[in-house]
């Protein structure tokens, strides 16, 4: 594997026996002890997760709060401080960029946190449309390394070496001054995995400590390192959409079924008169949740109605939680209502499927 | 990894167990280990015949699909329907969980085969 990064928790996964693969140009483990078991880890008890390859933009000054909204689709007017939001980026065609957090700190400071494999080009879209805001952005991505720690016991495990009350960290909040045995770090409950759990930041020569410290203290909590497999299993569950599968340059936010978070009613933004056009017009495409007796669908695969193409699968699995064989996938709008049969084309063979509700998996509140 | 020195391997991790005419498949240690948690076995028919390289049906992993190959050519007389409901007894033991069993159509076909030895230095190049 030549020519690939490498999170400085590297080694500490291949003494773990994680199975290293390239993931976006990152040397990162895809599994550990296996990709179910970790799986169920994260959903029954926590699993640790390295995701020091996230990008992380700063974009501080006068104009910042500015800025991002004419950045953004979603709407940053009523976040409050150390709160977060989820919002697409867009291209004047209305094609998505990246989906992003919104970390921020204050009215002239936030952190952009950003997929690692789109992480210099929204860099440079960034930097593309600062024109005369006064801002200044810098990427960070090398020095922050990032922990996902995942899970109904997650609270529980990281309260054991912090003296912050982790209670008081909401969802979708975050605290940046958190103390985690001595290591200064930031925490949010945020995550992509469909459980409750921390998203922490902390600098790269701290992160070894902070991984030995977190996986020490949930061993007898049924803490597990999980790698990218589980990752995706467990967002793909929840539907949460991943860069290049559910989302991409040519699909809408609109028809990726991220609706919620485009603000049509705010000022303008990069991207508004297209999506507003197709809101109006209808969408041609959606996104839609289905499931089939047999044949587990794949990323790619055709979908059809009546033998005609009318889409692609997005993300498909035998899901490990529900044990049912489910996909997400961008098909013709006029395909999409709930309980239509349609059908999925499996290498030589043609599977029947029926369009059910995204949103497979919702923990128990 | 665990290589048996009694079956004949190929490069694309399929082993052979030669009974007489007849033969098992199945797909190596090192194999299941490779592809992880495997969940769906799509095995042929019975009478189905293959030439050797030919594929002959799939294994899924939670990730991936990968094809399996003929190490021989043959007609199959067998599949191992357990796999249909638990295929994760691939990954439990890949050598007694065999996949499929042929007629093999031309014995001489084997000579082309990795032995155990030859087989345990192929993967270890792989690594």
Same mark, same amino acid.
């Given at each position: 594997?030549?020519?690939?990064?490498?999170?400085?928790?590297?080694?500490?996964?291949?003494?773990?026996?994680?199975?290293?693969?390239?993931?976006?140009g990152? /040397?990162?483990?895809?599994?550990?002890?296996?990709?179910?078991?970790?799986?169920?880890?994260?959903?029954?008890? /926590?699993?640790?997760?390295?995701?020091?390859h996230?990008?992380?933009?700063?974009?501080?000054?006068?104009?910042?709060?500015?800025?991002?909204?004419?950045?953004?689709?979603n709407?940053?007017?009523?976040?409050?401080?150390?709160?977060?939001?989820?919002?697409?980026?867009?291209?004047?065609?209305?094609?998505?960029?990246?989906?992003?957090?919104?970390y921020?700190?204050?009215?002239?400071?936030?952190?952009?946190?950003?997929?690692?494999?789109?992480?210099?080009?929204?860099y440079?879209?960034?930097? =593309?449309?600062v024109?005369?805001?006064?801002?200044?952005?810098?990427?960070?991505?090398?020095?922050?390394?990032?922990?996902?720690?995942?899970?109904?016991?997650?609270?529980?495990?990281?309260? =054991?070496?912090?003296?912050?009350?982790?209670?008081?960290?909401?969802?979708?909040?975050?605290?940046?001054?958190?103390?985690?045995?001595?290591?200064?770090?930031?925490?949010?409950? !945020?995550?992509?995995?469909? &459980?409750?759990?921390?998203e922490?930041?902390?600098?790269?020569?701290?992160?070894?400590?902070?991984w030995?410290?977190?996986? /020490?203290?949930?061993?007898?909590d049924?803490?597990?390192?999980?790698?990218?497999? /589980?990752?995706?299993?467990?967002?793909f569950?929840?539907?949460l959409?991943?860069?290049?599968?559910?989302?991409?340059?040519?699909?809408?936010?609109?028809?990726?079924?991220?609706?919620?978070?485009?603000?049509?009613?705010?000022?303008?933004?990069i991207?508004? &008169?297209?999506?507003?056009?197709?809101?109006?017009?209808?969408?041609?495409?959606?996104?839609?949740?289905?499931?089939?007796? =047999?044949?587990?669908?794949?990323?790619?695969? !055709?979908?059809?109605?009546?033998?005609?193409?009318?889409?692609?699968? !997005?993300?498909?699995?035998?899901?490990? !939680?529900?044990?049912?064989?489910?996909?997400?996938?961008?098909?013709?709008?006029?395909?999409?209502?709930m309980?239509? &049969?349609? &059908?999925?084309?499996?290498?030589?063979?043609?599977?029947p499927?029926?369009?059910?509700?995204?949103?497979?998996?919702?923990?128990?509140? | 990894? $665990?290589?048996?020195?009694?079956?004949?391997?190929? $490069?694309?991790?399929?082993?052979? $167990?030669?009974?007489g005419?007849?033969?098992?498949?199945?797909?190596?240690?090192?194999?299941?280990?490779?592809?992880?948690?495997?969940?769906?076995?799509?095995?042929?028919?019975?009478?189905?015949?293959?030439?050797?390289?030919?594929?002959?049906?799939?294994?899924?992993?939670?990730?991936?699909?990968?094809?399996?190959y003929?190490?021989?050519?043959?007609?199959?007389?067998?599949?191992?329907?357990?796999?249909?409901?638990?295929?994760?007894?691939?990954?439990?033991?890949?050598?007694?969980?065999?996949?499929i069993?042929?007629?093999?159509?031309? $014995?001489?076909?084997?000579?082309?085969?990795?032995?155990?030895?030859?087989?345990?230095?192929?993967?270890a190049?792989?690594?």
């Amino acid at each position: 594997m030549e020519n690939v990064q490498k999170t400085a928790l590297y080694n500490a996964h291949k003494e773990l026996g994680g199975k290293i693969i390239d993931f976006a140009g990152w /040397a990162l483990p895809v599994q550990y002890e296996g990709i179910i078991s970790e799986h169920e880890a994260v959903r029954n008890n /926590a699993g640790l997760f390295d995701v020091s390859h996230m990008g992380e933009v700063e974009i501080a000054g006068k104009d910042a709060f500015e800025f991002i909204q004419r950045l953004i689709t979603n709407d940053i007017s009523k976040l409050k401080d150390n709160q977060i939001s989820y919002s697409p980026i867009c291209y004047e065609d209305g094609g998505i960029v990246d989906d992003l957090l919104v970390y921020k700190y204050n009215h002239e400071r936030f952190l952009l946190v950003v997929n690692a494999s789109n992480t210099q080009k929204d860099y440079e879209w960034m930097l =593309k449309n600062v024109n005369n805001y006064d801002l200044e952005l810098k990427n960070l991505s090398d020095e922050y390394s990032q922990l996902a720690l995942q899970g109904p016991k997650a609270q529980e495990i990281l309260q =054991k070496l912090t003296d912050t009350d982790l209670s008081t960290i909401k969802f979708f909040y975050f605290n940046p001054e958190v103390r985690i045995q001595d290591i200064k770090c930031i925490v949010s409950r !945020t995550g992509y995995t469909g &459980e409750d759990g921390f998203e922490i930041y902390c600098a790269n020569g701290d992160i070894e400590k902070l991984w030995e410290s977190i996986l /020490a203290a949930g061993k007898d909590d049924g803490l597990k390192p999980a790698g990218l497999g /589980a990752r995706d299993t467990l967002r793909f569950e929840a539907s949460l959409p991943l860069y290049g599968n559910e989302i991409d340059k040519d699909i809408t936010p609109l028809e990726a079924g991220l609706g919620y978070f485009v603000k049509l009613d705010k000022d303008d933004f990069i991207g508004k &008169e297209v999506l507003e056009k197709q809101k109006q017009e209808g969408l041609k495409r959606k996104l839609v949740g289905f499931e089939m007796q =047999k044949g587990i669908p794949r990323h790619g695969y !055709t979908i059809l109605k009546e033998g005609n193409p009318i889409g692609k699968v !997005t993300t498909g699995y035998l899901s490990p !939680t529900l044990k049912k064989n489910i996909g997400l996938a961008l098909i013709e709008e006029k395909y999409s209502a709930m309980g239509q &049969e349609i &059908e999925v084309q499996i290498r030589k063979k043609v599977f029947p499927a029926r369009i059910v509700k995204k949103g497979f998996y919702k923990r128990a509140k | 990894m $665990k290589v048996l020195n009694d079956l004949f391997y190929t $490069k694309e991790h399929e082993w052979v $167990k030669v009974e007489g005419e007849e033969a098992y498949i199945g797909i190596s240690d090192y194999a299941q280990h490779e592809l992880g948690d495997i969940v769906y076995v799509e095995l042929p028919e019975i009478d189905d015949e293959f030439d050797a390289e030919e594929s002959f049906g799939v294994v899924e992993s939670v990730k991936a699909v990968s094809d399996l190959y003929m190490p021989v050519g043959g007609t199959i007389i067998e599949v191992n329907e357990e796999l249909e409901d638990e295929p994760e007894l691939v990954n439990e033991d890949a050598y007694e969980n065999w996949i499929i069993k042929v007629k093999m159509t031309d $014995k001489s076909e084997l000579d082309e085969l990795l032995s155990g030895e030859e087989y345990q230095a192929y993967c270890a190049e792989e690594e």
